[in-house]
C-alpha cells in the first residue's frame, strides 16, 4: 500500500530553534512535495524534489532516495512559521498522496 | 504571483440539494485537480483533469461528483445530492504540464458545509 508517514505530529519550539520534521514513505516515488497549510485553510507548495536538497531562505528540504526519507529543516525559527508543514508524494501518476501534517507551533 | 483562486470561500447548502464549486486555474496551465479535506483529516486526491478529459479519479470520486471546464478558463466540481459527509474543504490545483515534473499551485479552498 502507497503510505506517507510524517512525525511528529505536534510540535512546540522557542524562537529562534532549529526545526526538523520527517517524512517517510513506503514505496519508490517519483516526487515528493513540501508544503505549507496555514489557520485559514490554504495550502501553498514549499519544495518539490526528486533528489538532494533545497533550500529557500530560512527552509531547507532534503531527501534520501534509497531510505525513502524526506527532512524538512527550519533555521532560526520565527513565530510566524506557525502552520502545519505537509509532506505529499507522487508514487508515478498524478496524484499526490498526502501525509497527516505537523502542526508546528513557534512560542515568541 | 499567479494564483489558483477558488470561489465561494465558504459554502453552506441543505443535504441533497447540488452544489458547484468553482475554481480559476493559472491561465497557461493544462493540467487541473480536486482535493478535499475532511476536518482533521488527511488532505485527499478526488480529480485530475486534462485535455477536457478526467485522466485520473480516486474511489471517493463516485457517480455523485462530476467536473467540467465549461469556457476554457473555470474548472468546476459538480456535487449532484449532497451527503453530510461531503462537509470539507475542497482544493482546487493546477499544473502547466504535468505536476509530476512541475509540481503544483493551489488554490485556497471551498469550505463546504451540507447540513
Known amino acids: 500500500k502507497n503510505e506517507v508517514e510524517q512525525s511528529p505530529q505536534n510540535l512546540t519550539a522557542q524562537e529562534g530553534e532549529f526545526i526538523t520534521i520527517n517524512c517517510s514513505y513506503s514505496?519508490?516515488?517519483?516526487?515528493l512535495h513540501w508544503l505549507q497549510q496555514h489557520p485559514g485553510g490554504g495550502i501553498v507548495s514549499l519544495f518539490m524534489l526528486s533528489s538532494g536538497k533545497k533550500k529557500h531562505g530560512r527552509l531547507i528540504a532534503t531527501i534520501n532516495i534509497q531510505e525513502k526519507h524526506s527532512s524538512l529543516h527550519i533555521t532560526a525559527s520565527h513565530p510566524r512559521d506557525s502552520a502545519v508543514y505537509i509532506c505529499?508524494?507522487?508514487?508515478?501518476?498524478?496524484?499526490?498522496?498526502f501525509g497527516t501534517g505537523t502542526r508546528l507551533t513557534i512560542i515568541p | 504571483e499567479p494564483e489558483v483562486t477558488q470561489t465561494p470561500s465558504h459554502q453552506v447548502t441543505q443535504m441533497g440539494q447540488e452544489v458547484i464549486l468553482r475554481c480559476v486555474p493559472i491561465?497557461?496551465?493544462?493540467?487541473f485537480y480536486w482535493y478535499r479535506q475532511i476536518l482533521g483529516q488527511k488532505v485527499e486526491f478526488l480529480v485530475s483533469?486534462?485535455?477536457?478529459?478526467?485522466?485520473?479519479k480516486s474511489e471517493i470520486f463516485d457517480d455523485q461528483f462530476s467536473v467540467e471546464r465549461p469556457d476554457g478558463s473555470n474548472f468546476t466540481l459538480k456535487i449532484r445530492s449532497t451527503k453530510l459527509e461531503d462537509s470539507a474543504m475542497y482544493f482546487c490545483?493546477?499544473?502547466?504540464?504535468?505536476?509530476?515534473?512541475?509540481?503544483?499551485?493551489f488554490g485556497s479552498g471551498t469550505r463546504l458545509t451540507v447540513v
Open positions: 490545483a493546477s499544473s502547466p504540464r504535468t505536476g509530476l515534473l512541475y509540481g503544483y499551485t
Open positions: 491561465s497557461n496551465h493544462l493540467y
Open positions: 514505496v519508490g516515488i517519483s516526487a
Open positions: 483533469f486534462y485535455n477536457n478529459e478526467i485522466s485520473e
Open positions: 505529499a508524494v507522487s508514487f508515478g501518476n498524478e496524484k499526490l498522496t
